[in-house]
């Protein structure tokens, strides 16, 4: 049992999913929005079964176009190579010079299957089995290369220190990968690993794995149950509990203006929708929950996706943003650079360099 | 008076192998984005049709352990390519992906993002190259025999055209199915069609098999350099087999590789061509390049001594994740004569018998010894490979480039915005 930790710093992200939106411009200029607001990162969600553009390349694209702000995409682990997977948001990493995060899903529909025509589809709880071994091999293929192999040493002719690159023999229940990835470990070493933490299947993956869980609840009280219970989990496999971000996940409708609330909303809080817990409201009802929720120590920050994603989003930084910042609540400007600085998560260390007797 | 025939360039990312000089001070990483922004905005400064990014899926090993002599490690390039149309706005923009450890749906996906976020600049090499020992790295693991790896590819490229094709013009999906040998798949595409319609498909191999795919498939061929006669039997050859498939002779472009050295004068370019050379042959890369062909260790023998006079292992396995050598007892025995020859030791002989760059001399005799190329019917353009990350290209886009201009031989703005319209390529027709 660990007791939740002091109230720590506020943590934001917002979703940048459109529909329909193929182009670069139509991502570039959200990321942008958002990176003024100091948001910690923004996401971009991904399946197989819906038209979208692969979200990770995106996110990709926006890099260069933004300086600080860290960059999320969902990658599903069912379909897909773990040893691309990795090297993709290893690369991701590196374009964004430490920003990147990932977040792992699964394709659990017969439709995704069949356009792989690989393998069936199968129930949630086995594909993130595999989830979570494919977070761990990814760990462990960023960590393959030590910080300090590439020695360019002209008096031996050695590029690299071939001792401290690593076979990584991983063998999953469906897969295995022999390794050293091709890339480089990336600037945080582990790009930040993101798990939506919601449902039964995930939450443990999300326990041993994530930097950073999502959770959809509706109230303070159910979110403080679910990050207590995550916390715990994480302390049973063996981390540090305060290596665990929880942030409450809200859809936003941020309306027009500053109207009303409709009862059993805004300041009375989110309500139960077929896109998730809905929050409908104000911007300054907005940042008044979130202040409220954080203080609680119910969740360590949100994950916002907004109803209209121009509208909202806008209304999120301009407004919400802004009073939480006016307020001292939320930071002003980027003290870090890296998406862990962000969050405040240390920067881990390889699990293969050998550590001259410290452990 | 006929309309002058243009070249096509494309800048090579330097490699990781030995042809990429490390030990130059001038050196910089392999691996941060700056240096591919460097070398993408040069490319994009000399109007280059685009840039060309190599792939590999396993760190080479050599004796059971990670090969350590060349550059090595490098990003994944989709995702690297993504991040430079951000810092372009031109320059093509070319991935290689391998067809075996890949699956259609995905990486079409991705391609036609790509295509999409560029405004119509994506380009996809086809390779197939693939054993056992990178299969250790993928779920499907194992090893697909040559001809299953281009039926492979053919039928990937076939269907990857199939998915990009399959949302109507207007922009409604549409769904789709295939049947085939290696796939069988079926459901709707993610993206509509994109600004190309097709991204860019180049084939790299020189083969029977990959002359023929390349003529049925491919839009650019990334070639070996050797000869101008060499070049122009292989133009003739491969052109000559595009009315098979209903294709003209300028719907697919041949582009060699090429390495240049730039001097001052013609000795001071020869003196430099040298000391490239000098640097990618270390004393370490000579033995193992003796090595790779004995099949043995040689690391007793002396860099700056004779040739082994023992003969190779006829099946050498030291090496993993290198093109084998085909016939280890004939370079041998090529080498040993070279070296008695001239009176050489074991690095100059595998200096004299590897180390040669295409196109050495001043940027005059360089741009001449191009233009040629593309007249006499032995190339369309070059892929230009650079010794040195990421200034390797400054001198020739500042020399090379505007003598070729001067000469009509290369363009002097871009008068489209994707990669097709610089190639020169028509528009794929959709299909439905």
Sequence with gaps: ?359 | MTVRKRMHLAAHFPGVNSTTVWTDPRSKSQIDFASFEHLARTAERGLFDFFFLAEGLRLREHKGRVHDLDVVGRPESITVLNALAAVTERLGLAATVNATFNEPYELARRLATLDHLSGGRAAWNVVTSSDAFTGENFRRGGFLDRADRYARAAEFVATARELWDSWTPEGVARPFAHQGQHFDIAGEFGLPRSPQGQPVVIQAGDSDEGREFAAATADVVFTRHGTLDAGREFYADVKGRLATYGRAPEDLKIMPGVTVVLGDTAADAVGRAAEICRRQVSPQNALLALEQIWGVDLSSYDPDGPLPDIDPEPEPALAQGRVRVADPLAVAEKWRALSRAKGLSIRQTVIEASGRHSFVGTPETVAAGLDEFVTAGAADGFILVPQLTPGGLDEFVDRVVPLLQERGAFRTEYTGTTLRSHLGLPDPIWKG
Excluded: C
């Design chain 1, 1 to 359: 049992m660990t007791a939740p930790h002091g109230r720590g710093l506020l943590h934001l992200a917002a979703a940048l999913d459109q529909q329909a939106a193929f182009d670069a411009a139509s991502y570039v200029g959200p990321a942008q929005l958002a990176e003024r607001g100091g948001l910690d990162f923004v996401t971009l969600g991904d399946t197989f079964a819906r038209p979208g553009p692969d979200a990770l390349a995106v996110l990709s694209r926006v890099a260069p176009a933004t300086r600080r702000i860290g960059l999320v995409p969902t990658v599903t682990t069912t379909h897909t190579e773990p040893f691309h997977v990795q090297a993709a948001v290893a690369t991701l990493d590196w374009v964004s010079r430490g920003r990147a995060g990932w977040q792992l899903d699964v394709s659990t529909t017969e439709g995704e299957a069949r356009l792989f025509g690989r393998r069936h589809a199968a129930p949630a709880d086995a594909l993130w089995r595999e989830a979570g071994e494919i977070a761990e091999v990814a760990a462990r293929l960023w960590d393959s290369w030590e910080d300090d192999a590439e020695i360019r040493d002209e008096a031996t002719g050695r590029f690299i220190d071939r001792d401290k690159l690593h076979h990584v023999d991983f063998r999953g229940a469906t897969f295995f990968v022999k390794g050293p990835s091709i890339v480089p470990r990336p600037p945080q070493g582990h790009p930040v690993r993101v798990v939506d933490a919601t449902e039964g299947p995930a939450r443990r993956v999300a326990a041993r794995y994530a930097d950073v869980a999502l959770v959809r609840v509706v109230g303070p009280a159910q979110a403080r149950a679910v990050r207590a219970e995550l916390r715990d989990a994480a302390a049973e496999f063996g981390r540090n509990p305060d290596t665990l971000r929880v942030l409450g996940s809200l859809v936003v409708d941020l309306g027009d203006g500053e109207r009303a609330a409709e009862p059993g909303h805004g300041g009375g809080g989110p309500r139960q929708s077929a896109q998730g817990p809905l929050y409908r409201g104000g911007p300054v009802d907005l940042a008044e929950l979130i202040a409220a929720w954080h203080a609680s120590e119910a969740v360590d920050g949100f994950h916002l996706t907004p109803v209209e994603p121009r509208r909202d989003l806008e209304r999120l930084v301009n407004g919400t943003v802004a009073l939480l910042q006016h307020r001292g609540l939320f930071r002003t400007f980027y003290p870090g650079s890296t998406l862990r600085e962000h969050l405040g998560l240390a920067r881990p260390a390889n699990q293969y360099a050998v550590t001259g007797g410290a452990s």
